[in-house]
């Protein structure tokens, strides 16, 4: 015999305006070990139902007053009692009485005379569903909770991660920062450029909230790098100028030791490469470049020629953007260069709340052509070349 969960009888409420039947029932099922409790009309049915819930209801049909129809639909706006199976019996038979029934939400549909035994089998059969159904609830209820025990435990792993690696990034900007100097905000203004032009290109809230975090640790790989050629003012050597290139791939290998994203990764290794394939260290070209790398090149190289460096002095701003503009296409991907443009007053705004005391104002004049010769990478001014610029002021 079917019990509910908290291991009593079932409990069924029989309800018919005459006694007679209502009698019969309470014998039949209580013979069965069930408890039966029976109403002489669907309104004493009903306001006993506001504050208790049955196990199963068999309600006569035609009764005066609320009929079985009436109580049924007020059962089934109750939620509390929706699941409750409901049974209607009745003398009047036809498959269309069936079918009304059942389309006005009732489980099951006996005629009278009632036969004993079928009544005990329906009986039987929607109690069984209905301990199914209350067990799958229960199975739901549990997996909804474990799932929310899940979900936490999820949310504060990853709530230590994202501590643990925004600390990671700091230590490791402060690292730079204390072999390289002279950038001050340089990491703070690249990280906001970076964020703005990734949020323009569409890349999506993750990619803009990670770039953020990683573009600060671009040139990482420059702790390994020898203060004299790191901090020499003037031009490189050429042999001076292959050692500072190895800081990407430098770079790349601290942050992979160190267990940092692929983002971060890539854009230390790769924010040199050009879009057309003649960057280092991997002389990557166009799509092949990963997307962060070509979006922190574009804020690098802006933010390293506004700024003076112990190399080089600083470009006025309008003289900045004409040269990123130029490289579209060369050496920066021209979706990127397009944003950049798009962006070039927020990105003015950013760099002047983000300055330095002593970096360059909006009016300032772009520094000589004989100035940029002297920091050219390959040591020769018969060797100068435009294009260079960008690359040389960011190396």
């Not at 009903?46 to 049924?72: C, H, K, Q, Y």
């Amino acid at each position: 015999m079917y019990r509910p969960a908290h291991d009593r009888p079932a409990r069924i409420v029989c309800v018919d305006d005459e006694p007679g039947n209502l009698s019969l029932m309470r014998t039949l099922l209580e013979g069965q070990g069930y408890s039966v409790t029976t109403f002489e009309s669907g309104a004493a049915a009903a306001t006993w139902l506001e504050s208790n819930e049955p196990d199963l209801i068999l309600s006569d049909l035609r009764m005066p007053g609320v009929s079985g129809f009436d109580l049924l639909e007020w059962v089934r706006t109750q939620l509390r009692l929706d699941g409750v199976p409901f049974v209607l019996v009745t003398s009047v038979g036809g498959l269309g009485r069936r079918l009304d029934s059942l389309h006005a939400g009732a489980d099951d549909y006996l005629n009278k005379p009632l036969v004993p035994a079928e009544v005990l089998a329906r009986v039987a059969a929607l109690l069984r569903m209905r301990q199914l159904a209350q067990q799958v609830e229960r199975q739901n209820v549990e997996l909804r909770r474990r799932n929310i025990d899940l979900e936490e435990a999820v949310r504060q792993r990853t709530d230590e991660l994202d501590r643990l690696t925004r600390g990671l990034v700091a230590a490791l900007e402060h690292a730079n920062l204390l072999n390289d100097h002279d950038t001050g905000n340089h990491i703070q203004r690249v990280c906001s450029y970076s964020g703005l032009l990734a949020d323009a290109l569409g890349m999506g809230h993750q990619f803009v909230g990670q770039i953020e975090r990683y573009a600060g640790l671009h040139d990482v790989g420059k702790v390994s790098i020898p203060d004299h050629i790191l901090k020499k003012e003037g031009r490189l050597t050429r042999s001076e100028w292959t050692i500072m290139q190895t800081h990407s791939e430098k770079g790349y290998e601290l942050l992979r030791a160190a267990g940092m994203p692929q983002m971060a990764q890539d854009i230390a290794r790769h924010h040199h490469e050009w879009w057309n394939g003649k960057g280092y260290p991997m002389a990557l070209a166009g799509a092949d470049i990963p997307m962060a790398a070509r979006i922190v090149a574009v804020a690098d190289a802006f933010d390293a020629l506004t700024t003076p460096r112990c190399y080089k002095p600083a470009f006025a701003m309008h003289e900045a953007e004409t040269l990123i503009e130029r490289e579209s296409g060369r050496h920066f991907d021209p979706d990127v260069v397009d944003r950049f443009k798009q962006c070039r007053g927020r990105i003015r705004s950013i760099s002047l709340e983000l300055r330095d005391p002593g970096e360059v104002l909006l009016g300032e004049p772009m520094p000589s052509e004989s100035a940029l010769m002297a920091v050219q990478p390959d040591g020769s001014v018969d060797d100068f070349d435009p294009s260079s610029i960008v690359d040389s002021a960011t190396h």
